[in-house]
């Protein structure tokens, strides 16, 4: 059973350029979440998705970020007109709909704002 | 919202020492407490988690003790080896629903020496 897929591990945008980062949840998953972390920092809570559906898009900035999980397909994170203060490891993590609360992460997108 | 503190931020163990991470929380109603490792250029593993009506789990050399009154949570790790370098994160959240994100404390780097 692979679990959450993360991709690309790395990503290095010009500023002004779109950065879109994306997560496969582990296998019968439906919840999935998005992290950020800045360097020598925890976990920041963005957004949370079920299929189709933005539950709690609370901890997202409201210009440039979007999310979606589409019916198929993986989870797509984006962020538009990248600066450099995007520069962070964004983590995926998911759930299942029974417990919902145990989230497992994957390996994360390191993006870097060149 | 949530408020998750964690301290120490780093702590150096001897091998076959034991090591306490605590942390403190401030919303009264958070009842799931999880606890992440991190290693270097690495997702969060979930490595034990404690829901509120438990006050204690234990899981081989790892525990984790919950006093809900005092709103505080620690992690015991005893028998420490050099694998267990690593950055710990405390979290909480509340499980209600469909919401369940994450708050995480800022983390702890242990490092554990021969």
């Known amino acids: 059973n692979a679990g959450v897929m993360q991709n690309p591990r790395h990503l290095v ?25 800045l360097p020598e ?15 709690d898009e609370s901890g997202m900035p409201k210009e440039r970020f979007s999310a979606e999980f589409p019916k198929e397909g993986p989870s797509i994170l984006r962020i538009q007109q990248v600066v450099r203060g995007d520069s962070a490891a964004y983590f995926c993590a998911s759930s299942a709909g029974t417990t919902l609360w145990k989230a497992f992460f994957g390996q994360g997108t390191r993006l870097t704002v060149v | 919202g949530e408020n998750v503190e964690q301290h120490p931020s780093t702590l150096s163990v001897q091998e076959g020492d034991s090591a306490v991470i605590k942390c403190t929380y401030s919303d009264s109603a958070s009842n799931y407490f999880p606890w992440y490792k991190q290693e270097l250029g690495k997702g969060p593993q979930l490595i034990i988690d404690i829901r509120s009506n438990v006050g204690e789990k234990k899981d081989q050399r790892i525990a984790v003790t919950l006093n809900k009154t005092a709103k505080h949570f620690s992690l015991h790790i005893t028998e420490t080896q050099p694998e267990d370098s690593a950055v710990y994160f405390c979290a909480a959240s509340i499980i209600a629903g469909t919401a ?8 702890t780097r242990l490092q554990v020496t021969l």
């Open chain 1, 41 to 55: 920092e925890g976990l920041k809570f963005m957004v949370y998705l079920q299929k189709e559906n933005i539950i």
């Open chain 1, 13 to 37: 945008r010009r500023r002004g350029q779109e950065a879109r980062l994306r997560c496969s949840p582990m296998k019968g998953h439906s919840h999935v979440y998005w992290y950020r972390q």
């Open chain 2, 100 to 107: 369940s994100k994450l708050t995480f404390g800022t983390g």
